[in-house]
């Protein structure tokens, strides 16, 4: 009995441990350019958007990301794709980067994370689902020591001249518990 109880626990701290995300390797059909490691536990979090249409389930979200990585590797000559991770409209997390430096926000990027929700939220806001998901994962990112528990956030708009993370989700981050009005 304690055999299957404690591989019940493994399983459970397994997928804990990974926060929900769905692996970059589940969505994109090559391999992600390597980069180096993040420091943790990394204390940044820039909320941005991908200025596309919006995805509420799976299979869209992952062709909306393939179009996103394809055109930050073709058109802008990065690495790979540049957010670290994606929130999708169906309430799922997409590895981008990961814990790896991504290219999300420049004199940024070795320091943070950047979480960019998939759509543009300049009229409207993500939906519920999607807020709910990237709350879960930046808790659950604490708890696994990815991000430190005083970790800032920060909309995109803050640190560069743009429109992103739009106005309707700047407006929703601006009452999250970790919001910092003044980071420069």
């Known amino acids: ?5 404690c591989l019940f626990c493994l ?5 804990d441990q990974e926060c929900g995300v769905i692996g970059f390797a589940q969505w994109s059909p090559n391999p992600r350019n390597e980069r180096p490691h993040l420091s943790k536990p990394v ?12 995805c509420s389930h799976d ?13 930050h590797m073709e058109k802008l000559k990065f690495t790979d794709i540049g957010n ?16 790896n430096i991504g290219a999300h926000t420049r004199g940024f990027n070795d320091k943070s994370i950047g979480v960019s929700f998939i759509g543009d939220f300049r009229d409207t806001p993500p939906s519920n689902e999607a807020l709910k998901a990237a709350r879960d994962f ?3 990112s604490v708890k696994n020591g990815n991000l430190d528990e005083n970790y800032n956030l ?31």
């Open 154 to 184: 920060v909309g995109h708009g803050q640190l560069s001249p743009t429109i992103s993370p739009g106005a309707k989700l700047q407006e929703v981050i601006e009452t999250w518990e970790h919001w910092l009005s003044n980071f420069l």
């Open 138 to 140: 930046l808790s659950c």
């Open 84 to 99: 670290s991770f994606y929130i999708g409209g169906n309430g799922q997390v997409y590895e981008g980067a990961g814990w």
């Open 11 to 15: 399983i459970f701290v397994n997928a």
């Open 59 to 71: 299979e869209s979200c992952k062709v909306i990301l393939k179009g996103v990585r394809q055109n």
């Open 1 to 5: 009995m304690y055999r299957y109880l």
């Open 43 to 54: 204390n940044l979090v820039i909320v941005q958007h991908t200025a596309t249409e919006t």
